[in-house]
């Protein structure tokens, strides 16, 4: 069996190190500069190891291409491509677009096409399935299936393996070859009635998630308002055995999913005519958190940030991932200069992000701690500025949400 693998990106190389194992597997990326790094072994991913992508290589069942015709021959193609949104904050299917063309341009016998890319319900049936046959050359009887992807890339406990997956086809045997190709590496499988349902569950799971963040994001300045501690009141709240789960503050949501698939549900419910209010307002709660941090620091410093030298400590989304998409630092760190403030960040594990390189862990006036990777010394960050203030609850003895 050869698997195609559409996307070697977070979602698509991980898949790839599971599947290498049972089946033949080709990566296509058309970024050829990540097509060269995996051929050589080395993983970009965290969580993906390259001793594996090495072991696979070495026994012929991996490598990557960038060139449509190595994929011709594949019985399975999988899709993990980027689903983000455009600049006016729509869903933005370009890449899946592109998936399509290669697969209707290259694929000239019929084989199990599986969607992992998280996008709304009718992507697979409305946009999907048409796009392949509007690329393919002639009339191929291909089957459809999506399965959404639930990897959380760093995370140690749950992987490919013992995370649940949901999956469900267009036809019968599209859901039979889905269910037989999964079982090889996934341990629970629960196959839903419609690709609509499994579709639909994945952005409610991220829905769910965004609007519980906004939530304890509102309460973190409702505590501060009230001159009482937020962790405090949480894990009183959570000593409750039932009907309560403990979301904590932060300056924001990061990362390709949190922020954006929510907003792919609102766009589907809206353009059917239901309310997505919630969705809404808590992405503007979320987004309005790293100004909220920057009015704290400012008002904790004389009211005034000009020419005061601010080291944000640790850029990426979240910790020990070098993932800054989508990242709240970057809303904080431009709020900061806003108002005057000479930045500099402090991330090794990120090293270099928008031309701008990692500064010592030194030597500021002011640190805001955005993010902390468990390699990060809290004694460091406190004895990195007179002023820390802690957005992550982490960091024992600073000043914070
Ligand atoms: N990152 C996560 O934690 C996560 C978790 C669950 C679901 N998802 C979803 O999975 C999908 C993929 O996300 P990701 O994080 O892996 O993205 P990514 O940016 O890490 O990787 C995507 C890869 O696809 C490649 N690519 C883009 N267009 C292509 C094309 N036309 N042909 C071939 N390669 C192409 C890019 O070069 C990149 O290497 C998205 O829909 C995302 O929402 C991501």
Redesign the pocket.
Same mark, same amino acid.
């Given at each position: 069996m050869k698997v195609v693998i559409?996307?070697?990106?977070?979602?698509?190389l991980t898949i790839s190190a599971f599947a290498g194992e049972f089946f033949e597997v080709v990566g296509?990326?058309?970024?050829s500069k990540?097509v060269e790094q995996l051929n050589q072994g080395n993983s970009h991913i965290e969580g993906v190891e390259s001793y594996t992508l090495q072991n696979w290589i070495k026994a012929g069942r991996y490598h990557a291409t960038s060139h449509g015709s190595e994929i011709k021959d594949a019985d399975i193609v999988v899709i993990?491509? /980027?689903?983000p949104l455009t600049s006016d904050r729509k869903p933005d299917l370009g890449?899946i677009e592109?998936?399509c063309k290669?697969i209707g341009e290259n694929i000239k016998k019929p084989v199990l096409i599986i969607n !992992?890319?998280?996008?709304f319900p009718g992507t697979l049936r409305n946009y999907i399935k048409p796009a392949i046959e509007k690329y393919s050359t002639s009339i191929i009887e291909h089957l459809y299936a999506i399965s /959404? !992807?639930?990897?959380? /890339?760093g995370r140690g406990d749950f992987n490919q393996k013992n995370t649940p997956r949901l999956f469900a086809g267009l036809t019968p045997e599209a859901c039979a070859k889905t269910r037989e190709f999964y079982s090889k590496f996934c341990n629970q499988l629960f196959e839903v009635s419609s690709p609509e349902v499994a579709e639909a569950a994945k952005l409610f799971e991220n829905t769910f998630r965004q609007v519980n963040i906004a939530l304890v994001n509102e309460f973190a300045q409702i505590t501060n308002a009230l001159g009482i501690s937020v962790y405090e009141t949480l894990d009183a709240a959570n000593t409750k055995p039932y009907g309560f789960m403990k979301f904590t503050p932060s300056a924001g949501v990061g990362?390709?999913?949190i922020p954006?698939?929510p907003t792919y549900l609102a766009a589907v419910a809206e353009e059917h005519g239901a309310p997505a209010t919630f969705i809404r307002r808590a992405n503007e709660v979320n987004l309005e958190m790293s100004k909220y941090v920057v009015d704290r620091v400012q008002e904790e410093n004389a009211g005034s940030l000009q020419g005061k030298n601010v080291l944000i400590v640790g850029v990426a989304y979240k910790p020990n991932v070098a993932d800054i998409r989508e990242t709240a630092a970057g809303l904080v760190i431009k709020h900061l200069r806003d108002r005057g403030a000479v930045v500099s960040w402090h991330d090794d594990v990120v090293g270099s992000w928008h031309g701008e390189n990692s500064a010592p862990l030194s030597g500021a006036d002011i640190a805001v701690v955005v993010t902390k990777h468990d390699d990060v010394n809290v004694r460091d960050i406190l004895a990195s500025a007179p002023y820390v203030f802690d957005t992550t609850g982490k960091v024992l003895g600073a000043n914070g949400l």
């Open positions: 559409i996307g070697q990106g977070y979602v698509g296509f990326d058309n970024n990540i993990a491509v /980027p689903t890449f592109a998936a290669t !992992e890319s998280t996008s /959404p !992807e639930r990897v959380d /890339p990362g390709h999913c954006v698939d």
